[in-house]
């Protein structure tokens, strides 16, 4: 009988937190709640970015992804950004995506351009640099080293 009760304690428990961690997350995962104005950037390739990364301005959260799509046109992705609504961005300004860390997940970063004019809501960056792929890079890398270990010495001349 004593058993009983301390089975049913503890299934109380494990239910409890279940639901504060399944609250928590609907409350901080929401795109909904995220204000201001829409962006685009279209990319080649974004190797990693999905909804929900930051989008950063000279480090500093100013947004975040909110959708990506593939363009059927090019096979091109379509990334689109909210912005928070008291952030300028000139039209001349380039989205780049980059890794937080050697292993860390993707944000976009805003490189501000020098020009007077603003992008409006709904319009596309007119530059932007695409992912660079980690896997990719590292095969560079290593061939390289390969390569130069491969290579003959070539003798000393006196």
Do not use: W
Request: aromatic share 6%.
């Amino acid at each position: 009988m004593h058993r009983n009760i301390i089975e049913t304690v503890l299934g109380a428990v494990v239910i409890l937190i279940a639901a504060i961690f399944l609250v928590f997350t609907l409350q901080f995962s929401s795109n909904a709640a995220v204000k201001g104005y829409d962006i685009f950037g279209d990319f080649r390739h974004i190797d990693g970015v999905k909804i929900g990364d930051e989008v950063r301005l000279a480090g500093v959260k100013i947004g975040s992804v909110t959708a990506v799509a593939l363009k059927r046109q090019d096979y091109g992705a379509l990334v689109t950004m909210r912005v928070a609504p008291d952030v300028l961005i000139s039209t001349d300004s380039t989205v780049s995506i980059h890794t937080d860390g050697l292993l860390g997940g993707k944000y976009l970063e805003i490189l501000i351009g020098g020009d007077p004019k603003n992008l409006k809501p709904n319009d596309h960056f007119g530059f932007v640099q695409d992912a660079v792929i980690v896997e990719e890079l590292i095969e560079k890398i290593v061939a390289f080293a390969e390569g130069q270990k491969k290579k003959p010495e070539e003798p000393k001349k006196k």
